[in-house]
């Protein structure tokens, strides 16, 4: 089993910037890619960013590259989402998730799930 616990949502204006956090604990050395997705009210949840966790090769989804940044810290197992230029469209809970292979932008490809962190954005 993989735990994944989330942190760093809230409220920020347009314009502003965040950093999540997702810290991964137990058999983690399963998980050869770990992501970000996202979902707002009535929508189904979608690929945000994605990265091959030993090598570090980077996903990203079109409406938020250049915007957004995943990176990771091996030595405490944690990867994080650094998000620029927030738009009110960034608006929603955020999710990271654990896949075994990959690399990955269907969340039915991920075996791991966090428990979520709201991020909204205020117009």
């Known amino acids: 089993q993989v735990q994944l616990v989330e942190s760093g949502g809230g409220l920020v204006q347009a314009g502003g910037s965040l950093r999540l956090s997702c810290a991964a604990s137990g058999r983690t050395f399963s998980s050869a890619t770990r992501g970000w997705f996202r979902q707002a009210p009535g929508k189904e949840r979608e690929f945000v960013a994605a990265?091959?966790?030993?090598?570090?090769?980077?996903y990203y989804a079109d409406s938020v590259k250049g915007r957004f940044t995943i990176s990771r810290d091996l030595a405490k197992n944690t990867m994080y989402l650094q998000m620029n230029s927030l738009k009110a469209e960034d608006t929603a809970v955020y999710y990271c998730?654990?896949?075994?292979?990959?690399?990955?932008?269907?969340?039915?490809?991920?075996?791991?799930w966090g428990q979520g962190t709201q991020v909204t954005v205020s117009s």
């Open positions: 990265v091959i966790w030993i090598g570090g090769r980077s």
């Open positions: 998730a654990a896949a075994q292979l990959g690399p990955y932008s269907d969340p039915g490809d991920y075996n791991y």
